[in-house]
Nanobody, 124 residues
Framework: QVQLVESGGGLVQAGGSLRLSCAASGRTFSMYTMAWFRQAPGKEREFAAAINWSDGSTFHASSMKGRFTISRDNAKNTLYLQMNSLKPEDTAVYYC?????????????????WGQGTQVTVSS
């Protein structure tokens, strides 16, 4: 099994920045792709960005591209999401996820492992 633990969420003013972290443990060698999703109250879970754990290739949702950047530290088994120029509409619970497949995808159903989420609140 794989355990994912997010951290780094909090309250920030509009225009500010946050960096989320996701520490992976357990059978991490079974994961080839990791991603960040978010879910605002009353809305469906939304894809933010994904990264191939091996070669570092990334894909960002168009609505967040240019403001959010996904990265990873293989040695630390840690996934990051750098979020800049935050807006009130970015307020959500942010989840990290991992999957055994190598193809980067934004479909939630294709991810095998999920963290418990970290709350990000952006005030206007």
């Amino acid at each position: 099994q794989v355990q994912l633990v997010e951290s780094g969420g909090g309250l920030v003013q509009a225009g500010g920045s946050l960096r989320l972290s996701c520490a992976a443990s357990g059978r991490t060698f079974s994961m080839y792709t990791m991603a960040w999703f978010r879910q605002a109250p009353g809305k469906e879970r939304e894809f933010a960005a994904a990264i191939n754990w091996s070669d570092g290739s990334t894909f960002h949702a168009s609505s967040m591209k240019g403001r959010f950047t996904i990265s990873r530290d293989n040695a630390k088994n840690t996934l990051y999401l750098q979020m800049n120029s935050l807006k009130p509409e970015d307020t959500a619970v942010y989840y990290c996820a991992g999957r055994r497949g190598t193809v980067i995808t934004g479909e939630t159903r294709r991810y095998d492992y999920w963290g418990q989420g970290t709350q990000v609140t952006v005030s206007s």
